[in-house]
T-cell receptor, first 108, second 116 residues
Framework: RKEVEQDPGPFNVPEGATVAFNCTYSNSASQSFFWYRQDCRKEPKLLMSVYSSGNEDGRFTAQLNRASQYISLLIRDSKLSDSATYLCVVRGFNKFYFGSGTKLNVKP | GAVVSQHPSRVICKSGTSVKIECRSLDFQATTMFWYRQFPKQSLMLMATSNEGSKATYEQGVEKDKFLINHASLTLSTLTVTSAHPEDSSFYIC????????????FGEGSRLTVL
């Protein structure tokens, strides 16, 4: 079983839509959780960390459910510039595990 | 903000040659750096963890004699792809943890290797 699993998508949504991605992880001892964004042929960049109490950054909301071992990312009022691949990242003791990424296409 | 620089960004080489990729943390010291490879439309696959002053830790299935890693200083790790073959063609990305920023992971720009 993979350490981190994500729905690869693609999610095709119109501008202004709300879209949510989920990610599950297998190791209950995982310590930290992140969402990264990767544009085509570019390196991943940190979008936001995910805290136990949930956290929000503008149009982006991240949630963590330790009991069910999943994290989520909600994007409200989607913009064309949100089109990218979103990577779920889970940190173990000294390693970071990446999901395969969920591709989002926001269309006009 | 913190920056990780990777060089070269693109390299084309002949089969059988060796290629060295550098990863530098520009404004922080990194005792640990990570090397990944990424095939088209796939996620990052961790190849090895580079530890400053000691041997790298390789993931299962990654040949240590094929992918030589050297982490000689707190700001530089290198990955050398030895005797490259076409199947080694890939996007290689490094990352480094900034412990002063709660261990946040920063990525290099990636190196696209094409072996002819």
């Amino acid at each position: 079983r993979k350490e981190v699993e994500q729905d690869p998508g693609p999610f095709n949504v119109p501008e202004g839509a709300t879209v949510a991605f989920n990610c599950t992880y297998s190791n209950s001892a995982s310590q930290s959780f992140f969402w990264y964004r990767q544009d085509c042929r570019k390196e991943p960049k940190l979008l936001m960390s995910v805290y136990s109490s949930g956290n929000e950054d503008g149009r982006f909301t991240a949630q963590l459910n330790r009991a069910s071992q999943y994290i989520s990312l909600l994007i409200r009022d989607s913009k064309l510039s949100d089109s990218a691949t979103y990577l779920c990242v889970v940190r173990g003791f000294n390693k970071f595990y990446f999901g395969s990424g969920t591709k989002l296409n926001v269309k006009p | 903000g913190a920056v990780v620089s990777q060089h070269p960004s693109r390299v084309i080489c002949k089969s059988g040659t060796s290629v060295k990729i550098e990863c530098r943390s520009l404004d922080f010291q990194a005792t640990t750096m990570f090397w990944y490879r990424q095939f088209p439309k796939q996620s990052l696959m961790l190849m090895a963890t580079s530890n400053e002053g000691s041997k790298a830790t390789y993931e299962q299935g990654v040949e240590k004699d094929k992918f030589l890693i050297n982490h000689a200083s707190l700001t530089l790790s290198t990955l050398t792809v030895t005797s490259a073959h076409p199947e080694d063609s890939s996007f290689y990305i490094c990352s480094a943890r900034d412990e002063s920023r709660a261990g946040e992971l920063f990525f290099g720009e990636g190196s696209r290797l094409t072996v002819l």
